[in-house]
């Protein structure tokens, strides 16, 4: 099991797990056909230890998947990790150990840091959210502006971070956004409702009707159709305070669009239940570590 | 052909290119067992046309492979582009228009904004970068530090930037660092004049030797050694300075590390011939784009 | 696009849909390294034409897949569907016309026919359970007994058949069953009301709370913990009635567990919501289709 | 090795045996992104005990593979088979025990049981039509109306109910049939020699060559043109019997077309080599077996 | 279609044809991440026109399959086969002629000729053997000694040639060698005949049972026990006509071991059915053609 | 790790090595849907062991590759190297024991000495021709003409052997050959310095840039463009020893084209840098080796 994702899961039709699909593909473009300048430079015999260190402040993800990575290209590495996922860290602090075959460690160091950087980088800033809505009742929520191939791995990310997952695709969650609207007419012809009732009839009745809204009218009309969960689009802050209040309960409420750190303090304080930020995934900068070799001490 | 990517370029085993694997792995995770909401909600004759708009100034790439996402969808999509990749473009521009039926449009919408938004991320950057450094005569290069699965795409980014590619993995590039030095023995034993051979003798003679120094030092036994490119590793102006007056042309000289957007233009004026920089890839904030809809009019 | 399957679903890394698979699959082991006999007996350019007749009286699904079939072995097949997915048809009904060359046609035949008489069988027994609650409110609703890799093709024999779809997979939809509710102490320790509790809190907003109960006692604590749906589990006919009675629409009811053809006209009459049934895809038999060639008319 | 499976057999080119793909393509549409419920209720460190027990009488077919599944979700399992495929049970006898961590019994459960009840259900029928011609010479043969993607176990099940296997698929013997004749002309035209030679001269030397006859007069042709087994298709008893004393060993002879367990004891009698039956694969009920946990004995 | 290879033959799991895989897997060493000569000298609108033209006397297999594979590099390529598979052809003739994008062309260049001239070398060396035996009443066929991943071209390539196959693979023909009958016992032991009843009671009726036998003892236990195919090994040429002489028609004759161009004719001469040699596949040399370009005129 | 391929090289999306994948595919087809002879004739606890003996004196290559088929059909055999790649060996030699269940020894023997006695073929070769120029400074090379699917093993055998490796395929190493330079306008045009001239400002700095010429103007210019690397194609003897007194170490000089056992000492003697043969890929007969089983030994 790999830490920094979900143990068991089996989400491929080729026997591997997302998170070893991904690590499979980019150890592929890295490695190619073979590191020329290791083997030509280092014996086979020749045995190497390395220090994951911290060089910034942040939280991190992806620590098992980084031992992932160093046991996919030589399964001897013993990688032995010295905190866990969800774990804030200081600069200088010894994220992980590794000992092995030089030539190994060598060709997965690039792979194992990009991964771990990235998914640290989501963790980090999520924390950084989590941490501003300190004591209020909303929750954190992720989006599906995710990274391509990676999207398990950074709502795990997210999860680390302190901040909770909103569906995981098209397929687990209802969501009706203005374009489907669009498609059932224009306002005023009581669509709002009749997508809800489609969603009603249509979907499995295990998953909860979630709408998107852009104006009180509409929320209004949400709550009467029975949504279970409404998605306050751009609203300002007087807009959300008096949805909280005329919903009262009926529904969930979801603040969307535009929310960054600076402001997400006072959009709890709204008392929505939800907020959600794609800058937690699609813009994350990469928290800054590195990898520091001894050869011959492992 | 898909602009954004190479022409042609058939990396894969699987019968796909690396842009159709990470596409299709992207179309996985999102769609999964289908779109229950747009199922539930959008009769299947329903057409729809749909414009790429930018939010924000940047530099676009991927264009052609946003196209692609909407026909791996719905192959009646009719997506037309109205600009190429690496055209700059200012918020309120059209980047391209799409027409075909709703469902399939809205099943592909997310996963081609955050293909098209990362990787103009990346060009937008990288053009940052090369116009701080106009009139010199120093590339702009990428690094490994790319997105898993991506690489091949981020690096067709920094060209449509106007930025040049290093090696594309271990396999295309000799570059002896100093954890490979390491293994040759302590500093002067003479282990970069040895390494410089052992490349030599071993790597296919397509490659140009490139070695990492971080001194004065191990600069002249580079060039002693014959290497055709030396890395200068984190060093101050000064030292930089001193390299290229010593090295005279006997060597392609890099700088490398910490290289940041404020500081690149002293790097480039201190005759180096590279500059490399990581930020290129691995933390570039995404290029803010939207999709708007119009139901019916397709 | 396949009729007997969603449109647009992209459910696989390998850049095929799951139906496109299970064919693939299906004709890997059937065809293998050639037809021996086809290509012995048959020459390459000697056309044909074929009909697919009911022998049975049905229900059918799985009609535009059977094209499919076709035209994975010879692109230039014509198949020319009769009816209609969710169509009842009579024995002697042709189902589909085929033209092409002999030998696809030959080589495909066997896999089409599996898959569709397969596909209808499952259509046909929902449609006699539908039928057998005309005019009741409950829903009938397929399980997870499923023939494996054909789930996503079942699961829509199922809504041909007139039926409606449960969750798919353990994914999209909370269900807490008695083992789950073992894990967190012997019954009395308000297991029920903290396992929804942690339910409500782990899992994604979007999806609703099911929980399975087996008597009086777990169904009051599952209301009371606000259950969004309780599985009735192999209840009788009166603890059903009170069931219903008692919960008063403050949660669906879904009876689940031993309901056959013969029992589900009482079970819909109890007034629970849903009823589910594992016969539907577990054992239906084939329906019985042939496939008619004349050899030289097409 | 997995019992109720050849050993050894490597028949994919993706690095896995046929039944590795099936289970790997059921666990994916099962568990998709992540079991929810389990993730959301069971702490990792819970471990359960499990029995698979019958609820019917019946043949076993699949333990091994049922195990297989367990270990694919996690291989830490404990899988302890309590009988050999191809043992009768009783109800209420233990099948096989499960001990591990909770988490992955859960998992696993559901597709474990699906593939197990299913190959079950194809041993048990196969066993009855078996039992019905106890003393005869006939061989019970299964057919390729298999569950596609199923093929291997489906016809290891047969076996393990005391028949025998026809062809795997069409790559492995010859078979002309009515479609391959029409192609050579009409009846009269001597197009059984001809079809009989076409095979001789065009196919492998180790395959025989098997011919299907609707009547008398087609027989006594394929006897002359040298067929080395002669499929008798749909003929009444009395017609099987004056061919097999026509034929008197020079061919084998298969009866085949509608023969149901009721009509399969005459059928034998006649002296025919081989009976066929599509039933045993197409339409062959699950077995009802449970798995039921103890959590926390493990 | 592709000429060279069976029509419709579906022998995979990834939706792909063997012979599509093995080209996939040829274009992938070889282009790699992209052909960076092309790339950088010839400007993506370059057209231009090729021919592929012999340089040696031979006989031509898999023109259809190099076709395929400028096809899968770019599908606007226009390739035009001037001869068919099977056809010799004389130096200086042309095979095909190619037009399309110059890029495209280069990149597909080497692929198609290391395709096209190994399976012509296959081709012509089987078409020697056939040669020398002309009038003689045995068949040259193929054995398993072929390249890993194109045996099915290679088998195709032998029917080109003139000459016949043997079993595919070990599923579609039963052949007791000594290694099987080692372990029934010592000589003396009727292994022979235990083994051939072994074969007939668990092999699906529709194949033959072919045993191998090194000396006349094993023969007449071979015969005895009712083989329908009897492999001669390594016997000179006295024992094989003994052979044919005392088995008379009861079983078919294979001649094989150590038989090669020169000693082909002589093997014919002893009445033998089948001979067999290996060298066709593991040793043939590769025929010599060229690929000709004209920048501009395509 | 498999000796005869490099260690730890990852040059795969599937998760599985280059060399994983042609084993896999050819596993595939030689074993198809199952050994039918042994599985009918060998009882699954029989166990054997076997030897590898060499019928012909030579050098070995793939010696871990061999094993590696063994452990991929059943993990339990145990398979003991006696000699290493590159080792020369004598006929009656042994190659490597193994020991194991006999029905995995007699599935897996065929694709294990297909393999191996091909790519020994290969080392062998490059060693009679390594072997011709003992003494020369010239170093032997491989081409590009290499069996589809097995690329990074015949390079390795040719290291084996002795010889050196060229670029792996388009994507590492700029080779500019007659086609590319037709594009550019016709001889005389200066199309050798624009050659050269855009690779440089195209391709990664990390590659040297060689170019082919075929006569002495070209050879100027291309020494005048800077080329690295100059490919003397199909020149004759006094042109390249002209060639290389004129470049005088200016760049390296290849020798191409048609250049055979006999011809290579008197190449070498010109003073070439390197010569490359296509002939050690393109047509290495294999090398012969049996395997010699002894059944109940193990």
Known sequence: MISGTEPHVQSSVSGRTGW??????????????????????????????????????????????????????????????????????????????????????????????????RLSGVATITRSYVDQIAGAHARIVDTRKTTPGMRGLEKAAVRHGGGFNHRFGLADGVLIKDNHLAALGPPGSDRVGRAVALARSHAPHTLRIEIEVTNFQELEEAVTAGADVIMLDNMDLPTMRRAVEFVAGRALLEASGGIVLSSVREVAATGVDLISAGALTHSAPSLDLSLEFSIGAG
């Open 20 to 117: 070893e699909q991904i690590v499979d593909l980019a150890l592929a473009e890295d490695i190619g056909t073979g590191d020329v300048t290791t083997l030509a430079i280092i014996p086979s015999d020749t045995r190497a230890t390395g220090a994951i260190i911290a060089k910034q402040s942040g939280v991190i993800s992806g620590i098992g998947l980084a031992g992932f990575v160093f046991h996919r290209v030589d399964p001897s590495v013993v990688f032995t990790p010295m905190i866990q996922d969800g774990d804030s860290i200081e600069p200088g602090v010894t994220i992980a150990t590794i000992a092995g075959a030089a030539r190994g460690l060598l060709m997965a160091e690039r792979v194992a840091l990009n991964i771990l950087q």
